[in-house]
């Protein structure tokens, strides 16, 4: 099978294969399902592979029972449970000129898929993704979602609240040519949970492009309550020296700026016991403690009181489990218990591919 994505004024839509993986995702799992299998595109021009890494609620059942129902829904076993793994996995059974990343607690617009492929053919990029809507249950999860779109809680992710089309590092989820994989490879699976950043690099650094549209729009549920934002947000920083080690490229300054904090903490603790330095070291925490009040006023307007209340706290527990998390994956570095990946699985190239 050609593995060259046809030109836009093709008669035949190309063929896309929408690869999910999933682990006890009972509670978002139908809906994002639902959103895939009832896309504007043409039934018959897109299949979905769900690799399961052994699901112990009712994920399984409820992807099954769709399956039943949708000849182009199937499940596949992920032993290794990796999100990677699921998605390497699936990508190698299946058979489209375009890879399309879901997630298990996402949802598509009706028309991702085809504003996707739109983007793929007339940008010639090798990604391609969309705005990241992050949503959530009860205050506590509103007052996450609306911190995770602010682009004083996540940075340089431009993918969660940028509303031009750009040329970007990564973006979320993405939906790719197949032949980019043909190339670089496909997922490292040493890097969770970055191995989407860490596959990007690779795709740019022979060439590829990696394309944002706002027009392209993703429902993210996020994790519930501070204690899952912060391991969350832990294994990111880890995992961000991890992908360092092996690509330095990956890293830019404002990746440094939540390490720099947890730095100057003991410096900030030593100086508020003393007499003389008491009082800078109240002033620098009073300047984080403002402009944390600041950003989160800003980022939960026309919210409850209760969401407004709870986003500076959302943004300190992204800020400080980052860093902690940096500075974890920098010992493991200098102890040398993280050897790093550098050996992905390959995707056989096509008889047409470029």
């Not at 995702?25 to 018959?44: F, G």
């Not at 949970?193 to 022979?206: G, K, V, W």
């Not at 030593?270 to 002033?283: E, G, N, Q, Y």
């Not at 209760?306 to 489990?321: I, S, T």
Request: proline share 6%.
């Amino acid at each position: 099978m050609s593995s060259a994505i046809r030109h836009e004024s093709s008669a035949t839509p190309v063929f896309v294969s929408v690869v999910i993986p999933v682990f006890n995702e009972e509670r978002h799992i139908r809906s994002c399902l639902m959103s895939v299998l009832e896309q504007d595109y043409p039934a018959d021009r897109f299949e979905v592979i769900v690799a399961d890494g052994g699901s112990t609620d009712h994920t399984r059942e409820i992807v099954e029972a769709l399956a039943a129902r949708y000849p182009q829904l199937r499940v596949i076993d992920n032993p290794r449970r990796l999100q990677a793994a699921g998605l390497n996995r699936a990508i190698l059974e299946s058979m489209g000129d375009v890879i399309a990343r879901q997630d298990g607690h996402a949802e598509w617009a009706k028309d991702h898929l085809q504003r996707s492929v739109e983007l793929l053919l007339t940008t010639g990029a090798d990604n391609v993704g969309g705005r990241q809507y992050a949503v959530g249950d009860g205050e506590s999860g509103r007052a996450i979602a609306r911190a995770m779109s602010s682009p004083f809680g996540v940075g340089g992710a431009r993918f969660r609240y940028s509303d031009r089309p750009e040329e970007m590092p990564t973006v979320f989820l993405g939906t790719f040519r197949r032949t980019a994989f043909e190339r670089v490879g496909l997922f490292d699976e040493a890097f969770p949970p970055h191995e989407d950043y860490e596959l990007n690099h690779r795709i740019r650094s022979t060439g590829g492009r990696i394309m944002y549209s706002p027009d392209i729009r993703t429902l993210y549920h996020v994790r519930d309550g501070l204690n899952a934002l912060a391991v969350q947000y832990f294994r990111y920083g880890r995992g961000k020296v991890r992908v360092a080690r092996a690509s330095p490229g990956v890293l830019r300054p404002y990746h440094l700026v939540a390490p720099m904090l947890i730095a100057a903490l003991p410096t900030i603790a030593a100086m508020a016991v003393a007499d003389r330095a008491r009082r800078l070291a109240i002033s620098w925490a009073g300047l984080y403690l403002g402009a944390c009040l600041i950003a989160g006023q800003r980022a939960a307007a026309g919210e409850t009181l209760g969401v407004r209340l709870r986003v500076p706290a959302a943004f300190a527990v992204m800020h400080f489990a980052w860093g902690a998390g940096f500075w974890a994956g920098v010992g493991e570095a200098v102890r040398g218990t993280h050897t790093g990946g550098g050996s992905p699985p390959r995707l056989p190239e096509g008889p047409d591919s470029a």
